[in-house]
T-cell receptor, first 115, second 115 residues
Framework: EAGVTQFPSHSVIEKGQTVTLRCDPI?????LYWYRRVMGKEIKFLLHFVKESKQDESGMPNNRFLAERTGGTYSTLKVQPAELEDSGVYFC?????????????FGPGTRLTVL | AQSVTQLGSHVSVSEGALVLLRCNYS??????LFWYVQYPNQGLQLLLK??????LVKGINGFEAEFKKSETSFHLTKPSAHMSDAAEYFC?????????????FGQGTTLQVKP
């Protein structure tokens, strides 16, 4: 069974440009999560999809970030326009259920550098 | 507000020595707790999780953790370190009463194993 995949693995862009990150969850997992780790800080929650619906987007930093999950399969996270403070590693995770003890399976992350 | 604290951003042990990685949580409601490990260029992998069934939890690769409510701790241990244990370790929590699936992470601890 394929794990969670993320594309690209690295992205280097200039301030003001747009970047789109993609996450493919494990097949059949209705729950999809985005997290971000800024250098030197802890991993922080961004948002949670259940199928195509946003269950919780309380962690989205501002309206420059737009997450979508059309059809309830893969998800994209767009940053437009990118700022320097958006640099970090963006993780995606998925789980089949949303019970409090259910394991979230993480992808390898996308390292975003904004110059 | 719930928080997770990992004491020590870097821990160094000799091969064969005891591994002790510390994690404390702050919550008005006893949380569900997880330890994840991240090897270079890989996603986070679940080591073990506390689900309230037992306070001593055994995980993969010989790791275990003990939930101590009186100390609000969930420290990770392994009796004998192996070179392959070198990685970054994350403690995370979820609050049982929440409908959201979000995990709250500690800052991470990088484990170095010296030959």
């Amino acid at each position: 069974e394929a794990g969670v995949t993320q594309f690209p693995s690295h992205s280097v862009i200039e301030k003001g440009q747009t970047v789109t990150l993609r996450c493919d969850p494990i097949s059949g997992h209705d729950n999809l999560y985005w997290y971000r780790r800024v250098m030197g800080k802890e991993i922080k929650f961004l948002l949670h999809f259940v199928k195509e619906s946003k269950q919780d987007e309380s962690g989205m930093p501002n309206n420059r970030f737009l997450a979508e999950r059309t059809g309830g399969t893969y998800s994209t996270l767009k940053v437009q326009p990118a700022e320097l403070e958006d640099s970090g590693v963006y993780f995606c995770a998925s789980s089949p259920f949303r019970g409090v003890t259910d394991t979230q399976y993480f992808g390898p992350g996308t390292r975003l550098t904004v110059l | 507000a719930q928080s997770v604290t990992q004491l020590g951003s870097h821990v160094s042990v000799s091969e064969g020595a005891l591994v002790l990685l510390r994690c404390n949580y702050s919550s008005s409601v006893p949380p569900y707790l997880f330890w994840y490990v991240q090897y270079p260029n890989q996603g986070l992998q679940l080591l073990l999780k506390y689900t309230s069934a037992a306070t001593l939890v055994k995980g993969i690769n010989g790791f275990e953790a003990e939930f101590k409510k009186s100390e609000t701790s969930f420290h990770l241990t392994k009796p004998s370190a192996h070179m392959s244990d070198a990685a970054e370790y994350f403690c995370a929590a979820r609050v049982g009463s929440s409908n959201t699936g979000k995990l709250i992470f500690g800052q991470g601890t990088t484990l170095q194993v010296k030959p």
